[in-house]
T-cell receptor
């Protein structure tokens, strides 16, 4: 079974609009960490935001926020006021105890295209 | 500057010719890992290391070797590369594995095995 599911292969958004990228996860653990990474066309992986399973508040980092719904096992990334430079692949990932937190399990990614 | 450095960034080679991709980090991280990225599959872990002389298999270890003789270095070795190992490879590091530690990635190595 997929541990991390990103159901949107591609998303389009106009500049200055907000966009939500979906991520659902599967774990039986109570303690886990969820991460979002951005991969621009140049290829590097850039860490964006982290949400801990025990965090009561949704994580925010500048224009990025995480809509964390623990009961639904979803951790959607919200990008407010999209910019052209946000065009990239976005990956959701999880770190969990049953792997000793020793790896990130990634989803298949969502490609975001921001148009002028 | 804190970073993970991979070399080479690009390599085209032929089947069976042994190659090594180097990875070095300057953050004194205990944990290091190798991933490969293939279209439609996301990133999959090849090997990881929790500290010097401690390595373990990830999800797709076949055809790869690693070593961790020093804390900062974690090379990936392809003893006899095959075309199905053509991929984008990432090295990553983090402090010892707690759930809240993001992994820091190198810029990637694009390997083409002909």
């Amino acid at each position: 079974a997929q541990k991390i599911t990103q159901t949107q292969p591609g998303m389009f958004v106009q500049e200055k609009e907000a966009v939500t990228l979906d991520c659902t996860y599967d774990t039986s653990d109570q303690s886990y960490g969820l991460f979002w990474y951005k991969q621009p066309s140049s290829g590097e992986m850039i860490f964006l935001i982290y949400q801990g399973s025990y965090d009561e508040q949704n994580a925010t980092e500048g224009r990025y926020s995480l809509n964390f719904q623990k009961a639904r096992k979803s951790a959607n990334l919200v990008i407010s006021a999209s910019q052209l430079g946000d065009s990239a692949m976005y990956f959701c990932a999880m770190r969990e105890p049953n792997t000793g937190f020793q790896k990130l399990v990634f989803g298949t990614g969502t490609r975001l295209l921001v148009s002028p | 500057e804190a970073q993970v450095t991979q070399n080479p960034r690009y390599l085209i080679t032929v089947t069976g010719k042994k190659l090594t991709v180097t990875c070095s980090q300057n953050m004194n991280h205990e944990y290091m890992s190798w991933y490969r990225q293939d279209p439609g599959l996301g990133l999959r872990q090849i090997y990881y290391s929790m500290n010097v002389e401690v390595t373990d298999k990830g999800d797709v270890p076949e055809g790869y070797k690693v070593s961790r003789k020093e804390k900062r270095n974690f090379p990936l070795i392809l003893e006899s590369p095959s075309p199905n190992q053509t991929s984008l490879y990432f090295c990553a590091s983090s402090p010892q594995g707690f759930s809240n530690q993001p992994q820091h990635f190198g810029d990637g190595t694009r390997l083409s095995i002909l």
